[in-house]
T-cell receptor
Framework: DAKTTQPTSMDCAEGRAANLPCNHS???????VYWYRQIHSQGPQYIIH???NNETNEMASLIITEDRKSSTLILPHATLRDTAVYYC?????????????FGSGTQLTVLP | IAGITQAPTSQILAAGRRMTLRCTQD?????MYWYRQDLGLGLRLIHY???????GKGEVPDGYSVSRANTDDFPLTLASAVPSQTSVYFC?????????????FGPGTRLTVL
């Protein structure tokens, strides 16, 4: 799986968009970009994933650059409940069970 | 609501005792996983199962065993608990098909071994 780099921490005002960057300059052509988050004392939560096109779901949007070397997770209207550690993970699809490796992630704090 | 349930939520256990952590999913996922999470070490895979009837060892399998008698259940057993097994344990599942590698996690079991 390609290595990812994320800022250690970010703050965001409640109600504003939170933009979380991730660098993955060594990404391979078949590797997807996944985003998870972990709210304190809870299990990791899947947010979104994509290959090369931008993706949107009810939780967030994922913007992947044309060269696929970086991406941004966008929470359009952050709430206090979005305070969590956000993990960007790059991995190729597999037809069998395989460990999901979380890096250090970005601690997002949404401020009132 | 579809998802993964784990039991118990938390447990304090005397060293040397046997303990089974339960995990059930209702998404009909083929693959299931057990992770432990320790401060500063992130999530580490203990055991996994690609499909009912099969299991495999992850990164840190020693002291743990699993079984997968059916699609829905994936219990994790500590035969003789030791203090180093104090951790938060997360069960996860995924469809197990190529291209659908998303893992979904349960709420976790906080285990303290004294």
């Amino acid at each position: 799986d390609a290595k990812t780099t994320q800022p250690t921490s970010m703050d965001c005002a409640e109600g504003r968009a939170a933009n979380l960057p991730c660098n993955h300059s060594t990404i391979s052509g078949n590797e997807y970009v996944y985003w998870y988050r972990q709210i304190h004392s809870q299990g990791p939560q899947y947010i979104i994933h994509g290959l090369k096109n931008n993706e949107t779901n009810e939780m967030a949007s994922l913007i992947i650059t044309e060269d696929r070397k970086s991406s941004t997770l966008i929470l359009p209207h952050a709430t206090l409940r979005d305070t969590a550690v956000y993990y960007c993970i790059v991995r190729a699809p597999s037809g069998s069970a395989r460990q999901l490796t979380f890096g250090s992630g970005t601690q997002l704090t949404v401020l009132p | 609501i579809a998802g993964i349930t784990q039991a118990p939520t938390s447990q304090i256990l005397a060293a040397g005792r046997r303990m089974t952590l339960r995990c059930t999913q209702d998404m009909r996922h083929n693959a299931m996983y057990w992770y432990r999470q320790d401060l500063g070490l992130g999530l580490r895979l203990i055991h996994y199962s690609n499909t009912a009837g099969t299991t495999g060892k992850g990164e840190v399998p020693d002291g743990y065993s699993v079984s997968r008698a059916n699609t829905d259940d994936f219990p994790l057993t500590l035969a003789s608990a030791v203090p180093s097994q104090t951790s938060v344990y997360f069960c996860a599942s995924s469809e197990g098909q190529v291209g659908t590698d998303t893992q979904y996690f349960g709420p976790g079991t906080r285990l303290t071994v004294l």
